[in-house]
């Protein structure tokens, strides 16, 4: 199995970096994942995007030189490991130097990819997921994709040790996201999602779900969900990249509530389907 550092495929047993990256130290660095399907990478060109989008926001060089030929190093890894169902990892870092907060511009950034095989979650996707709602304690950055993820490690860990596999975020009386998916509600005619501000990563899986949704004739409400009106919804699913459209059916924690898997939940499923096969 190879794995991609710096424009090289090397053995995986082989790959090394720099003590003194900066990821390490401060997790000053960026990452995106990308879906494969049959062989294919799925909107990766919108995931490129968000990429350079991620290190422009962080001052991490990355031109669009640089970005086509990560593509095109990606797509060599897919094909070296003949990975058909499953992800890749794509991580940017400001690279090495000695241990100081202030980073000087003149360092070289690392990039590393791998592959792995993963299967699409579908007992989840039919049959739904508990939720823990807890309080979002990460920074006011979170549209930039960076690995400095310890707000949503910690509210994961949380969930898991409630037995549910997703913790919702909010702020305070707001609902922002999930740890690792984005959150939207149904109630009535109306669907709901948080705007795609600082609060929020604007997934990929989010764009393509507000896509099938106005296909569908349905308005979208751009407005951050009341932690209160959670008590009173129809419907509810996350959207990731790995998750695809995963629908909750229990919610604990801040605010408790049974949903089962609804019509247009599985509508937008179905409809996600056709893109990926
Ligand atoms: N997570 N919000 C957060 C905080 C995320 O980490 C993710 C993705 C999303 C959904 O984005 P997308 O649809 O582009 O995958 C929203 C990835 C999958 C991860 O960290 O593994």
Request: charged share 25%.
């Amino acid at each position: 199995e190879k794995v991609l550092i710096n424009e090289q495929l090397i053995n995986r047993e082989e790959a090394s970096f720099s003590f003194d990256d900066r990821s390490m130290y401060f997790g000053d660095g960026i990452y995106e994942v990308i879906r494969i399907y049959g062989g294919f990478p799925f909107q990766m060109e919108m995931h490129m995007q968000r990429f350079q989008r991620s290190a422009e926001e962080l001052d991490i060089p990355f031109d669009y030189d640089v970005k086509q030929s990560l593509t095109n190093s990606l797509l060599e890894l897919l094909k070296e490991n003949e990975l058909n169902e499953g992800i890749i990892y794509v991580q940017l870092s400001r690279g090495s130097a000695d241990r100081n907060h202030l980073y000087e511009r003149h360092t070289e950034p690392l990039i590393f990819a791998f592959t792995k095989p993963m299967e699409r979650p579908q007992q989840a996707m039919s049959e739904g997921i508990a939720t823990y709602l807890t309080e979002d304690e990460r920074w006011l950055r979170c549209d930039i994709k960076t690995v400095n993820l310890l707000g949503n490690v910690m509210a994961k860990r949380k969930a898991a040790d409630h037995d549910c596999q997703e913790a919702l975020l909010h702020r305070g009386d707001l609902m922002t996201e999930g740890s690792s998916s984005n959150l939207f509600i149904i109630k009535g005619d109306v669907v709901q999602t948080h705007p795609a501000n600082n609060y929020i990563l604007n997934g990929i899986t989010r764009q393509l779900v507000l896509d099938y949704i106005e296909e569908h004739g349905k308005s979208v409400v751009f407005e951050p969900i009341q932690v209160e009106d959670m008590k009173n919804i129809d419907e509810a699913f996350i959207t990731s990249t790995t998750s695809e459209i995963t629908p909750i059916v229990e919610l604990r924690g801040t605010v408790h509530h049974k949903l089962t898997v609804g019509p247009l939940t599985k509508s937008l499923q179905k409809r996600f389907d056709e893109d990926v096969v």
